[in-house]
């Protein structure tokens, strides 16, 4: 259980080497959901469909993960997933990531809290609109815009 703990551990702040091997290939992203979660089942899916190389963590108990990750109460979604030294909480849309990873902004990551129909995994509808927020290192740097989905 304790070389568990420090794999999530090593996993989610970033320590585990995760950084893409040249510029043409994408990171690879480890998602933590419940096993019986069928809509954050949909989003790995995409995610792998996008060219990311996925390994899926189920856990009956994501609350520890969400801790050690840094995402605040009021960010949370059903899954968190950790790329390339950045934390992804919720439906997160691809076009969200990509401008996450193109820009590398200094924050903790980004998330899309709740479960807005038509996000990747609740529907998947393009034209939905919903909010992409940034996790900060703290609390001041949290809940600033982002990316607006559907707009």
């Given at each position: 259980?304790?070389?568990?703990?420090?794999?999530?551990?090593?996993?989610i702040?970033?320590l585990?080497?995760?950084?893409?091997?040249d510029?043409?290939?994408?990171?690879?992203?480890?998602?933590?959901?419940?096993p019986?979660?069928?809509?954050?089942?949909?989003?790995?899916?995409?995610?792998?469909a996008?060219?990311?190389?996925?390994?899926?963590?189920?856990?009956e108990d994501?609350?520890?993960?969400?801790?050690?990750?840094?995402?605040?109460?009021?960010?949370?979604g059903?899954?968190?997933?950790?790329?390339?030294?950045?934390?992804?909480e919720?439906?997160?849309?691809?076009?969200?990531?990509?401008?996450?990873?193109?820009e590398?902004?200094?924050?903790?990551?980004?998330?899309v809290p709740?479960m807005?129909q038509g996000?990747?995994?609740?529907?998947?509808?393009?034209?939905?609109?919903y909010?992409v927020?940034s996790?900060?290192?703290?609390?001041?740097?949290?809940?600033a815009?982002?990316f607006?989905?559907g707009?």
């Amino acid at each position: 259980m304790r070389q568990f703990q420090t794999m999530l551990l090593a996993a989610i702040i970033g320590l585990s080497g995760w950084a893409a091997a040249d510029a043409g290939e994408k990171p690879k992203m480890t998602v933590f959901k419940t096993p019986w979660c069928g809509c954050c089942e949909a989003w790995t899916e995409i995610m792998t469909a996008e060219g990311y190389d996925v390994t899926v963590r189920d856990l009956e108990d994501l609350d520890p993960i969400k801790k050690q990750a840094g995402v605040p109460d009021n960010m949370q979604g059903c899954h968190t997933a950790v790329l390339d030294n950045y934390v992804l909480e919720g439906h997160v849309p691809v076009a969200a990531i990509d401008k996450l990873l193109s820009e590398r902004p200094a924050v903790r990551g980004i998330a899309v809290p709740g479960m807005p129909q038509g996000a990747p995994g609740m529907g998947d509808d393009p034209d939905a609109n919903y909010t992409v927020y940034s996790i900060g290192h703290d609390a001041s740097e949290t809940g600033a815009v982002f990316f607006e989905a559907g707009k």
